[in-house]
T-cell receptor, first 115, second 114 residues
């Protein structure tokens, strides 16, 4: 049981390049999330997927797109990377099936630098 | 808009001391509150989760309390050890928000001196 996995761990992009961050969970969770973490800003929600086939914007969605490929996988795409997107990106998942506590589990993060 | 504040931003104490980390939130209509630990360059590890109907949760040397009406939570660490050095994050889930994500504080950076 690997929990939440993310690839790649590190990435350097040039301004204008595109890339997709991959996330997968093996806990049969229905909801998945993408956050970014910046110094002095804390973690902020980019997009989330409440269930397979649905996606919704979070606090900071501009410049990103997401795809909920299936129940296990949720990807984040940067179409034209900008230096302001230099950050650490975390994927998370939660199951809202059955009784609480509905704990959120996080992946190890992807450290992205845009030059 | 929900805002979460953590005080202090940084804390350095000698090994063996008991300590309290504080978290406050502006909207008391929360579903639950979760405390995380983050080591440098790593992901988030969940420590404790308190439902809105609960007053506290305990795990080993950690005790988290919740006063929803006043918008406050504390994380108490007993007999601190150097291995407790990390950043501690507080996050809330709003009530009635369905599968909405968590709102995080900026964290308390804790250093335990050997």
């Amino acid at each position: 049981n690997a929990g939440v996995t993310q690839t790649p761990k590190f990435q350097v992009l040039k301004t204008g390049q595109s890339m997709t961050l991959q996330c997968a969970q093996d806990m049969n969770h229905n909801s998945m999330y993408w956050y970014r973490q910046d110094p002095g800003m804390g973690l902020r929600l980019i997009y989330y997927s409440a269930s397979e086939g649905t996606t919704d914007k979070g606090e900071v969605p501009n410049g990103y797109n997401v795809s909920r490929l299936n129940k296990r996988e949720f990807s984040l795409r940067l179409e034209s990377a900008a230096p302001s997107q230099t950050s650490v990106y975390f994927c998370a998942s939660t199951s809202f099936v059955g009784l609480p506590p509905y704990e959120q589990y996080f992946g190890p993060g992807t450290r992205l630098t845009v030059t | 808009k929900q805002e979460v504040t953590q005080i202090p931003a940084a804390l350095s104490v000698p090994e063996g001391e008991n300590l309290v980390l504080n978290c406050s939130f502006t909207d008391s209509a929360i579903y639950n509150l979760q405390w995380f630990r983050q080591d440098p360059g790593k992901g988030l590890t969940s420590l404790l989760l308190i439902q809105s109907s609960q007053r506290e949760q305990t795990s080993g040397r950690l005790n988290a309390s919740l006063d929803k009406s006043s918008g406050r939570s504390t994380l108490y660490i007993a007999a601190s050890q150097p291995g407790d050095s990390a950043t501690y994050l507080c996050a809330v889930r709003l009530a009635g928000g369905g599968a909405d994500g968590l709102t995080f504080g900026k964290g308390t950076h804790l250093i335990i001196q050997p």
